[in-house]
């Protein structure tokens, strides 16, 4: 009788202890979910999410990089932006609107690994303008304007 009690006595603290960590995981999330609807509050208020077509992939406009390598469809991307220079994102969504094929399952990561490889190789440059960090194809001048950005290695 005395190990039936014993053994009853454990079971009992084994599920009071089960319980203490399932509320304590449960008031973590909690403080998450709050974390997270602050968030949604913050972007509402300044209006992210009426921007038109902020969360949909860009429509296929021509199959220009259709059959091309991603090296190339870089530099051509880079080379006839705007002041030769594009932020990762622009270079995603140009690359998607002209049709690259890709076999991967996440072209974004894709995309940002090149970029910083071929940074890395030397054949490109990047520098932050406005917080945002824009690349450029090296074998192009770009002229340094003064208080535009900083040069990023």
């Keep these: 009788m005395k190990e039936q009690m014993a053994d009853l ?3 009992e603290k084994r599920f009071r202890d089960e319980i203490e960590s399932l509320e304590l995981r449960l008031s973590e999330a909690r403080r998450k979910l709050t974390v997270v609807t602050e968030a949604i509050e913050l972007l509402k208020k300044e209006g992210v999410f009426d921007q038109d077509k902020l969360f949909s992939t860009p429509e296929i406009l021509s199959n220009k990089y259709k059959d091309w390598g991603m090296k190339v469809a870089i530099e051509d ?3 006839s932006a705007h002041g030769n220079k594009a ?3 622009y270079v995603i969504s140009e690359l998607q609107k002209h049709g690259f094929v890709s076999k991967s399952k996440n072209l974004k990561r894709d995309v940002y690994t090149r970029l910083f490889r071929l940074q890395k190789r030397g054949i490109l440059g990047a520098r932050k303008e406005g917080g945002l960090k824009k690349y450029f194809w090296k074998d192009e001048k770009i002229e340094e304007e003064p208080n535009k950005g900083e040069f990023v290695k």
Aim: aromatic share 0%.
């Design 9 to 11: 006595g454990l079971l």
């Design 77 to 79: 991307i880079l080379k």
């Design 87 to 89: 932020s990762a994102q």
